[in-house]
């Protein structure tokens, strides 16, 4: 007995540590899991991804967190490979038992995860890969998107290439999930429409010389080259197709993710006249668009881009968990269908039942000297970008109230398409919709 | 054989970034670049392969592919793994047989051909070029005729990283600079060493031409990711007829 009486003063302080420790960490902590390229081809969107995150996460957390949780963000690096992907998922669900899942960046990774989060019933979020599979073939309940996926995409920018751009298109894809199924997709749209696709190529992901590609281009003399690439291959690849004069003979338009914003200014000239259908732009005059670049360009002294969509699939969860009123997925994940908030960049949002797609506004967006700026003049701000023509702008954009009343019809919602209205539109076989779907 | 010729030429192309930096112009890292790879070509030399000689080749071969391994992961300690980028100094095109061709390759083009007349002028017609040529045939006898063999490798050795870096740097700007970059190059250039024929320098330009037309011309009617399988298809074809390649001496493959 008395060997122990030395230990008694050591206890008591050990105690009174224990106790005297702010009233914060006693607060229970939910884990939510950031997956996605931090390196490598797509390390741009998976940085802009986690920081997307991390400030909806501070803004929640500064007020009382989600049902009296506090989030606390496990970030992992995929490699953007599939393999690694799925190790990180299994690690983030099984060892760190997150109850939210953002990611990943590739479609490739994204897809693979699916499987793991289906089978350990996990929330996921995808809010930057746009390959349709996700939406029709590996869907599961516990699945949601904020990104706009290939299907989508097409459907909306695939009249306003045919009717401003030119009927002869050349479809050029980065060769995996994404752009296979952008190349697919854009095609049967635009042959829909009465456009001729001319010729379609892939090249595989994270090539280094374009320019073996470039000769069956030029031979099948398109009027719009259109690209399916992301990340540091567009980069590269604007690069050579403007040294081999390409960009000028072409009007070039492509996916919403084919260059963040950040990296435009440095290759502006390649890019002039670029045109895409995306939900997000810091050039786009919209107040609600600009409050939420405010907010994001404060914290981090950049501007935000399309991989922030992140922030709002947090703020989607954490509405779901608080009308569940539990973390529990079987609840979670019915307490998000049709579930809307408001005032996000794109003003309201609303989660569709059917394939958990969020249903959302976009823009047709041209780059104009380095800037994705929007196609369709905003009244409000008294705004007129006609007259702005690069070489890829189109003629006809020097209309009055016409000129808007024809944005309008390109600013597609994604109500356009949704999973049950893909088997009914098939055409063709093997560009069409799946059969399966 | 060297398995790190392609971190060396990798090598050139991140010497070449650092030089840009601080000087900003690419025609002094054009000449400071390689002279800073050469220099590392030869401590190299005289560390690591000098010892290894008097070896089976075997033990070369070995070293120089964990010398690769050390190259690429000190340089993605340094510079991190992304892709970088070196604009090119030359800009603009120019309309050429119906087509727009970039200056620049119009300039490695003939950039390419003066430093290959330069290097073949170098080993027939000057002495250190011969001296070369001798040690590699027979380093004995050199040695008796009073030629330091050990001086001449290293050279030799520094000589060939400092190429190597000066490749690196003039394809930067078309390729993009990355840790990976010398082992797709090392590839392709031991395919055309082999088809060519080891030691056979005319054989070697004449195997790069033979690859460059098949994978142009072929990529106008196919993926050009299909033409990549050719040239390994070419490269069995001929390894199996022909083994030496087009003008390898007799008994080196054979």
């Known amino acids: ?437 | 054989m060297n398995f790190a010729h392609g971190e060396l030429y990798m090598l050139g192309a991140y010497a070449g970034i650092a030089v840009i930096g601080v000087t900003q112009s690419f025609w002094v890292a054009l000449v400071v670049a390689p002279l800073l790879v050469g220099v590392v070509g030869a401590v190299t030399e005289v560390a690591t392969l000098r010892p290894l000689y008097r070896r089976e080749p075997l033990y070369g071969l070995i070293l120089t592919f964990g010398l690769a391994l050390v190259f690429r992961e000190a340089v993605r300690q340094i510079w991190g793994g992304d892709m970088r980028r070196i604009l090119p100094p030359i800009t603009g095109s120019t309309p050429l047989l119906g087509m727009t061709y970039p200056n620049y390759r119009l300039f490695l083009l003939g950039a390419s051909s003066v430093l290959l007349l330069a290097i073949w002028l170098f080993f027939t017609q000057t002495r250190a070029g011969i001296v070369v040529r001798a040690a590699v045939q027979d380093a004995e006898m050199l040695d008796g005729l009073g030629v330091d063999v050990r001086r001449v490798f290293t050279l030799t050795f520094a000589g060939s990283a400092a190429l190597a870096a000066l490749a690196g740097l003039l394809l930067a700007p078309v390729f993009t600079v990355y840790p990976q970059m010398g082992v797709e190059m090392i590839l392709l250039a031991f395919i055309v060493v082999i088809l060519g024929g080891m030691g056979s320098m005319g054989g070697s330009v004449v195997a790069a031409v033979v690859i460059g037309l098949t994978q142009s011309l072929f990529s106008l009617w196919m993926n050009p990711q299909r033409v990549a399988i050719a040239i390994f298809g070419i490269m069995i074809v001929v390894l199996v007829v022909r083994p030496r390649g087009f003008f390898g001496r007799e008994g080196v493959l054979e």
């Open chain 1, 1 to 437: 007995m008395k060997r122990l009486t030395w230990l008694a003063p050591l206890l008591a302080v050990a105690l009174a540590v224990a106790l005297a420790q702010p009233a914060a960490s006693q607060q229970k902590v939910v884990k939510i899991g950031d997956l996605g390229s931090k390196v490598g081809v797509f390390e741009g969107y998976g940085k802009y991804q986690s920081m997307g995150i991390q400030l909806a996460v501070e803004e929640i957390n500064g007020k009382g967190g989600v049902l009296g949780h506090r989030i606390e963000v496990i970030a992992e690096d995929d490699d953007t490979k599939p393999a690694p992907a799925i190790r990180k998922a299994e690690k983030l669900i099984l060892q760190d038992g997150v109850k939210l899942l953002i990611g990943a960046v590739s479609s490739g990774s994204t897809m693979a995860i699916m499987d793991v989060t289906k089978k350990h019933k996990t929330i996921h979020w995808n809010s930057v890969s746009c390959a349709e599979f996700m939406r029709t073939t590996k869907f599961h309940k516990y699945y949601f998107s904020n990104q706009p996926d290939s299907r989508q995409q097409a459907t909306g920018l695939a009249k306003y290439i045919l009717d401003k751009m030119g009927k002869k298109v050349y479809i050029f894809y980065t060769d995996y999930a994404m752009g296979q199924s952008d190349g697919r997709q854009f095609k049967t749209a635009l042959e829909k429409l009465g456009g001729e696709v001319v010729g379609v190529a892939g090249a595989p992901l994270d090539t280094k010389d374009f320019s073996p590609w470039f000769g069956a281009i030029n031979q099948s003399s398109p009027d719009v080259l259109f690209l399916a690439f992301a990340g540091t291959d567009s980069l590269r690849l604007m690069t050579q197709l403007h040294s081999f004069g390409m960009t000028k003979k072409y009007k070039l338009a492509g996916i919403d993710c084919f260059l963040l914003q950040q990296d435009l200014p440095a290759i502006a000239e390649p890019m002039e006249g670029f045109v895409q259908l995306n939900h997000f732009s810091a050039y786009n005059p919209d107040p609600n668009m600009q409050a939420f670049n405010q907010k994001f360009k404060k914290k981090f002294g950049v501007d935000a881009n399309i991989a922030a969509g992140a922030y709002d699939a947090v703020y989607f969860w954490k509405a779901a968990v608080e009308k569940a009123g539990s973390f529990d997925p079987d609840k979670v994940s019915a307490a998000h269908e049709g579930l809307c908030i408001d005032k996000t960049h794109i003003g309201r949002q609303c989660i569709r039942k059917e394939d958990h797609q969020v249903v959302m506004d976009m823009h047709l967006y041209r780059v104009e000297k380095g800037k994705n700026l929007p196609i369709a003049r905003d009244r409000r701000q008294g705004r007129d970008r006609r007259g702005h023509g690069g070489p890829g702008s189109a003629e006809g954009l020097h209309l009055g109230d016409q000129e808007e009343e024809l944005a309008a019809r390109w600013t597609i919602s994604s109500r356009s398409c949704c999973r049950s209205s893909c088997t009914a539109s098939s055409s063709g076989p093997r560009w069409g919709c799946w059969p399966w779907a």
